[in-house]
């Protein structure tokens, strides 16, 4: 891996390393924002089916 690393550092003729960082952390703040709305919809459908078991429980 750090040879690869090494590689793409001393290689003048592509993408320098500052444009690989911000390539990885653009993908990072996609995935955390994924990640965050993907939870967002989880917790509303636990919220639903935990409302959904009370109900029916006291029925």
């Known amino acids: ?5 090494a590689r793409l550092v ?3 003729s592509g993408a320098t390393a500052i444009e690989y960082g911000l ?4 993908i990072a ?3 955390i924002t994924g990640a965050n709305a ?8 636990f919220q639903n089916l935990s409302t959904y078991l009370n109900v029916a ?3």
Request: aromatic share 4%.
């Open 23 to 26: 390539i990885a952390a653009l």
């Open 29 to 31: 703040v996609a995935l």
């Open 10 to 12: 001393k290689d003048e």
């Open 38 to 45: 993907l939870g967002g919809a989880l917790n509303n459908q």
């Open 57 to 59: 429980e006291n029925s």
């Open 1 to 5: 891996m750090k040879k690869i690393f």
